[in-house]
Antibody, heavy 118, light 109 residues
Framework: EVQLVESGGGLVQPGGSLRLSCEGS????????ITWVRQAPGKGLEYVANIREDASEKYYGDSVKGRVTISRDNVNNAVHLQMNRLRVEDTAVYYCARDEKWSGWDVWGKGTTVTVSS | QSVLTQPPSASGTPGQRVTMSCSGS????????VFWYQHFPGTAPRLLIY???QRPSGVPDRFSGSKSGTSASLAISGLRSEDEADYYC??????????FGAGTKVTVL
């Protein structure tokens, strides 16, 4: 079965850090871009970051740039999102999704919840 | 505030045709493909349209996408109760990031 599974979410205080992971299975992971998208409570979808198949390109959304680093491990079929200096407004469900050559995010994980609160 | 502008809501009765727009600029919609996603709160989004007007396998042909200049549209024909969801447009921007619209909530009356 083709799937993506996110992990690493939880409750963290403002200013803290979290490392989210997205593990893929059932497909050739190294052939796909991976993107992180989040949805804050009551808000719409927001782009967070994405990474090319070979990690040669990485891009970030404006609201997280400078605080978040995306990386990937194609041996273990995983993408990681290191989130630092977390803010209350980073509270959201974080999804990862795959994309092959502009075919759209056709497979998504179920999401992992990040709550930033004191 | 989203760079891509979508109407906050749209509605129709079962069987009707509903359309929703997504307006951007030359640096995003005008230069790159548009994608549409259906989202039921609490679940993973679903890809409906890719590369402006292409449907992935498994997506009913009731859903169609189009693009002209710096605007795109999603149409749902033969509206059904299960189509009641949030719909988002997305596109790449020349400033090297993805953009989402704020979403259109479709209500089936």
């Amino acid at each position: 079965e083709v799937q993506l599974v996110e992990s690493g979410g939880g409750l963290v205080q403002p200013g803290g850090s979290l490392r989210l992971s997205c593990e893929g299975s059932g497909f050739t992971f190294r052939n796909f871009w991976i993107t992180w998208v989040r949805q804050a409570p009551g808000k719409g979808l927001e782009y967070v970051a994405n990474i090319r198949e070979d990690a040669s390109e990485k891009y970030y959304g404006d609201s997280v740039k400078g605080r978040v680093t995306i990386s990937r491990d194609n041996v273990n079929n995983a993408v990681h999102l290191q989130m630092n200096r977390l803010r209350v407004e980073d509270t959201a469900v974080y999804y990862c999704a795959r994309d092959e050559k502009w075919s759209g995010w056709d497979v998504w994980g179920k999401g992992t919840t990040v709550t930033v609160s004191s | 505030q989203s760079v891509l502008t979508q109407p906050p809501s749209a509605s129709g009765t079962p069987g009707q045709r509903v359309t929703m727009s997504c307006s951007g600029s030359i640096s995003n919609i005008g230069s790159h493909y548009v994608f549409w996603y259906q989202h039921f709160p609490g679940t993973a989004p679903r890809l409906l349209i890719y590369k402006d007007d292409q449907r992935p396998s498994g997506v009913p042909d009731r859903f169609s996408g189009s693009k002209s200049g710096t605007s795109a549209s999603l149409a749902i024909s033969g509206l059904r109760s299960e189509d009641e969801a949030d719909y988002y447009c997305a596109t790449w921007d020349s400033s090297f990031k993805w953009m989402f619209g704020a979403g259109t909530k479709v209500t089936v009356l």
